[in-house]
């Protein structure tokens, strides 16, 4: 027997035992494939002769309105009167543009008169008021009133400010002298003061100036205010200063008329020169050395370095007496005592100097 034909057998054979013959399965599957189809679209019209016919109409929504809500009328913050009037000058008539100023329970209110000197407040406690009035010309005023209808006048106007005068000027002109000769000028110029005598805490149309020389030791002064003035005359590097003081007694001061165009000065001062070495007579180069007042410390010159040579000098100072100190490397400072006259040269030798040096480790 063949495998297709057992496998038949086979299949009949479940059939049978399963307890229904095979044509009933067949007619049942006919059924279920001819009414399923039949179904659905049965279905599936209901479903749209229920959509399309059987629907409702649905009723649009009404809404009733809501009542406003009632406010209560609120009362006033401060208070109801009022204060209105108008502001005049002293002849009576009215004034724009004058600004009021006051508080009521505190508060601060302020307005501008108009064009016909009207102003008007609202709001207010019934109290007494500060009303402050400000006008240009016109010196403050304070009114004291109650709420209502007023009338304020502004006082007198100001007198206006008496004008400066016109100050006179002319150029000033000058030079400076030293007692040396044109040579001993600093190259570097000199300043020079003129500052105005004037009796204490009084104002005058004079103030203070300053010019610089050139090489040559001229000076001009622009513009400058008639008046009394006391000269002062400094080097260059003590510009801004107070010392050292160069012009002479007879030189201190001047009328500037407008006359005179070519001032001059003479210096009172002198030079200090010299030199510094060491203990066996060696010139000692870039030693430090210091010059300064006896009468005043801080009254010192501009600091000096030797030179090759060992040479050091000062040209303009002041006459008076001086304490000259020198100090090379780690040596002694060496500090002697001078007196510098006006007009000639004052020479120091500063020896002796004793210098160590630092063991090398």
Known sequence: MS???QRRRGIGARRVESGAPPEYACRRVKRFTVLFPIVVAALFVYAFVAARFGRTARAI???TPTRPPQFVELAPALGTA???GRVLDIDGAPVAGVSLYFRSSDVPYWSVTDERGEFH???LVDEE???ALLHWGHA?????TRPGRVEFRLPAPSPEPARIPDVPTADLGGRVMHPLGRAELDQQGYEVVLSPRTRENELGPAVERRARTDRGGAFLFEDLALATYDVHVRPAWAAGSDWPELAAEDFAWIEHAGEASDLRVLLRAGRVQGTVSDSDGTALEGALVL?????DSAHVGLPQMTDAAGRFVWNDVPPGSYRISARAGEGALIDVPVEVEAGSPTRVELSGLETRKRPLR
């Open 291 to 295: 010059l300064a007042a006896n009468d």
């Open 129 to 131: 008021l500060a009303v």
């Open 3 to 5: 495998g297709a034909s």
């Open 82 to 84: 009022s204060l209105s």
């Open 121 to 123: 407040f609202e709001g």
């Open 140 to 144: 403050p005023r304070l009114e004291r």
């Open 61 to 63: 929504p009404t809404f």
